[in-house]
């Protein structure tokens, strides 16, 4: 993963360092924020966000376009969060090949339109280098973060178990034509 930084109108998104290790843990030591993750369970100590971090560069994959980006705003430099464009893992059993994007903001951050506007850089990315189609999944009951999926205009799959083993509320949106 190249250390690439990405400008939008508001944010700064680059890749994570070893000095991010803080913030990742105040991010996804909030049972608000963790629940809507993985096993749903806050991250231990910063020490475990130091293994997080390690292991994004795996964990995105060599997609050109792929990456776990730290998002902070860009008049105060405050860190806001945290948005990933990745292999999205299939169920077991199940034959595809998607990228997914995905969005884990610090709660103080919520509210300003960050998680949108940070993720439609890295869907504008995705299209740009070439994919024809972008998932989000999110938990069934993440009003929130379907929010997201709808602000950026993406179509509503309705439950789907193709990916991470487990049912999810699935979210598309193609590459848009000429
Ligand atoms: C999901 C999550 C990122 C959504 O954050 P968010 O701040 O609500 O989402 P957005 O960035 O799209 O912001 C939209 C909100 O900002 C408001 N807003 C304020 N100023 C704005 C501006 N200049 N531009 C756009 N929106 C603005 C919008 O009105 C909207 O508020 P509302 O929901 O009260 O109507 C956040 O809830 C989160 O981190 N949750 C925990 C982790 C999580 O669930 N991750 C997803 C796993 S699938």
């Not at 776990?68 to 105060?76: A, K, L, M, Q």
Request: hydrophobic share 40%; net charge negative.
């Amino acid at each position: 993963m190249a250390f690439h930084v990405i400008e939008t109108e508001r944010l700064t998104l680059r890749p994570f360092t070893p000095e991010d290790a803080d913030f990742l843990y105040d991010v996804f030591s909030r049972p608000e924020v963790a629940r809507w993750s993985g096993d749903g369970v806050p991250i231990a100590d910063r020490d475990e966000a130091l293994r997080r971090i390690a292991g994004q560069p795996k964990r995105a994959g060599d997609h050109p376009a792929a990456g776990i980006f730290h998002v902070s705003v860009r008049e105060t430099g405050v860190p806001a969060g945290l948005v990933l464009f990745a292999p999205l893992p299939p169920s077991e059993g199940v034959d595809r090949d998607d990228m997914e994007v995905g969005w884990h903001f610090h709660p103080d951050a919520w509210g300003n339109g960050y998680a949108t506007e940070a993720a439609q850089a890295l869907v504008d990315r995705g299209f740009a280098a070439g994919l024809g189609e972008i998932y989000a999944v999110t938990h069934p009951d993440n009003a929130a973060s379907q929010a997201v999926c709808r602000r950026l205009g993406m179509t509503d799959l309705g439950l789907r178990s193709e990916w991470y083993d487990v049912e999810l509320r699935a979210f598309r949106i193609d590459q848009p034509r000429e």
